[in-house]
């Protein structure tokens, strides 16, 4: 099982960027799915989660009204829109996806993707 990351990049305050998870070795269709994200110096945190079937979503206070959280079950792909992006956004961007079908708010997932970097100027 495979969760790649991609999207990443260095940008200015106040663009976006887009990042995709592709879920590879089994279908994640039926779990849920999350987007955390770990700072220099810092613990990995969770930005985003995604129920199974993308009628529950959380989002840390800090990116609420500028990220989204998406995901296409067809094609076993989670998404993370991230706009107005601060230099606190600054961080590698990690995919998470679980076998449990509820939204979860915690890092219990149980596969990981290994990260991608978002470097946000200001």
């Known amino acids: 099982v495979q969760l790649q990351a991609s999207g990443g990049g260095l940008v200015q305050a106040g663009a976006s960027l887009r990042l995709s998870c592709a879920a590879s070795g089994r279908s994640f269709s039926s779990g849920a799915m999350g987007w955390f994200r770990q700072a220099p110096g810092k613990n990995r945190d969770l930005v985003a989660a995604i129920a199974w079937n993308g009628r529950s979503t959380y989002y840390t206070d800090s990116v609420k009204g500028r990220f989204t959280i998406s995901r296409d079950n067809a094609n076993n792909m989670v998404y993370l829109q991230m706009n107005s992006l601060k230099p606190e956004d600054t961080a590698v961007y990690y995919c998470?996806?679980?076998?449990?079908?509820?939204?979860?708010?915690?890092?219990?997932?149980?596969?990981w993707g290994q990260g991608t970097l978002v470097t946000v100027s200001s």
């Open positions: 998470a996806a679980d076998q449990r079908s509820s939204l979860r708010v915690d890092d219990s997932y149980y596969y």
